[in-house]
Nanobody, 116 residues
């Protein structure tokens, strides 16, 4: 089972920035897709951003131009740089990965709170 460990959440004021990191326990080229989802209280878990093995990237419309997903191949890590944060970005953010065998893995989640 692939382990995903997230870090970087916290409290930030509107307009601020945070950087989330997700470290995988395997070489990330064994993962066909890695990405970030978020879930606010009472809402469904929705895709924020994802990156495939080949480097194709997909963003939710609500974060385009503000968030950037990237990979650090040497550290088997996927990062999410979040700029111009808004209160509506407040949620628990989960790292997600699909293995090349079709398994779906989740991290434990990290809280992001945007509030003044």
């Amino acid at each position: 089972q692939v382990q995903l460990v997230e870090s970087g959440g916290g409290l930030v004021q509107p307009g601020g920035s945070l950087r989330l990191s997700c470290a995988a326990s395997v070489n990330i080229f064994r993962l066909s897709v890695m990405g970030w989802y978020r879930q606010a209280p009472g809402q469904e878990r929705d895709l924020v951003a994802a990156i495939t093995t080949y480097g194709s990237i997909n963003y939710a419309e609500s974060v385009k131009g503000r968030f950037t997903i990237s990979r650090d191949i040497g550290k088997d890590t996927v990062n999410l740089q979040m700029n111009s944060l808004k209160p509506e970005d407040t949620a628990v953010y989960y790292c997600n990965a699909h293995t090349i065998f079709g398994d779906v893995c989740w991290g434990q989640g990290t809280q992001v709170t945007v509030s003044s």
